[in-house]
């Protein structure tokens, strides 16, 4: 890969970390532990993978090199998440943890066990394909929704289905634009792929925003808590960030769609556009992995 292609790689781990640095400013006392940081690039790999294996919906096509590279993350980070996890249980230093401290972390971690898992299927697919490249969209997304649900199974039915499809839509969302950096070349290749997935995106944005809000508003209510608490503050950053980047792609749908449906907007001009858009997705994508791991209700 060429640094070029790199940039959009580059630019969505470090929207990732500066999301978590500022969700970890805002929250406080009530932030995420430092298991989150690993987690949050866990997400943004299974994202990657999301938007790689559905670019044949979107008349491009992956690089096998490119699903292994970002399964390897996905399953390299996950693992470091899970170890860390199992320190901060035990109450040790990482490097100091047993055995017999990981048991309860691998006996209750569903989430980072499909994660895991799924990312060696897909390292597996990655060296012989033994079905359509969107086998590795489905793991993907089924990581996804392991990881975004794990701890809401006893809110009832209604909160866990309206987050794993807020975390599904976000995710293609950041995930396909990323993976159309990586794989899209010259003027007729975002002719083609870019008018689709700007249609698709309209569609996971506006479900982004009607499962979002109940979410929002069932954990932390209407009121006060939404400035006095850590959540709140992270929530609330999280929605600016939202809605700047509704803005930007509003914008993106006037100029540059248009313009590159056209042929009018060189392959070099896409990919900035699309480096800094995939930016602020990643960003949100921080800001919602450390809301994940921030406690409701402290100041």
Do not use: D, N
Not at 112 to 129: E, F, N, T
């Amino acid at each position: 890969m060429t640094r070029e292609r790199a940039r959009p790689l580059i630019a969505a781990v470090g929207g990732v970390l500066a999301g978590l640095a500022v969700c970890a400013v805002l929250a406080g006392a009530a932030g995420p532990a430092h298991s989150a940081w690993p987690s949050g690039l866990a997400l943004a790999a299974a994202c990657l993978l999301l938007g790689l294996g559905s670019l044949e919906v979107l008349r491009a096509q992956p690089s096998p090199a490119v699903i292994a590279g970002a399964a390897g993350f996905w399953a390299a980070s996950s693992l470091i998440a899970g170890w860390l996890q199992a320190a901060e249980r035990a109450g040790v230093p990482p490097f100091r943890l047993s055995v017999s401290a990981l048991r309860p972390v691998l006996e209750s971690g569903f989430g980072l066990a499909v994660c895991v898992a799924g990312a060696l299927v897909v390292l597996a697919w990655s060296y012989r394909p033994f079905a359509p490249a969107t086998a590795v969209a489905a793991v993907a997304a089924i990581g996804i929704v392991a990881v975004s649900t794990t701890g809401h199974a006893a809110a009832g039915l209604w909160t866990p289905l309206l987050v794993g499809v807020h975390a599904l839509a976000a995710a293609w969302w950041l995930g396909a634009l990323a993976a159309l950096a990586v794989s899209v070349r010259g003027r007729g290749g975002w002719s083609r792929s870019l008018p689709l997935y700007s249609r698709y995106a309209l569609l996971a944005a506006a479900l982004v925003v009607a499962t979002g809000i109940p979410v929002a508003i069932g954990e932390i209510g209407v009121g006060a808590q939404w400035f006095t608490t850590g959540y709140g503050r992270v929530a609330l950053a999280k929605t600016v960030a939202f809605a700047v980047l509704v803005a930007l792609g509003a914008a993106q749908r006037r100029t540059w769609v248009p313009a590159a449906a056209r042929h009018g907007s060189s392959e070099q001009v896409s990919l900035r556009r699309a480096v800094a858009e995939v930016a602020l997705l990643s960003a949100v994508a921080g800001l919602a992995a450390g809301l994940a791991g921030t406690a409701p209700g402290v100041s």
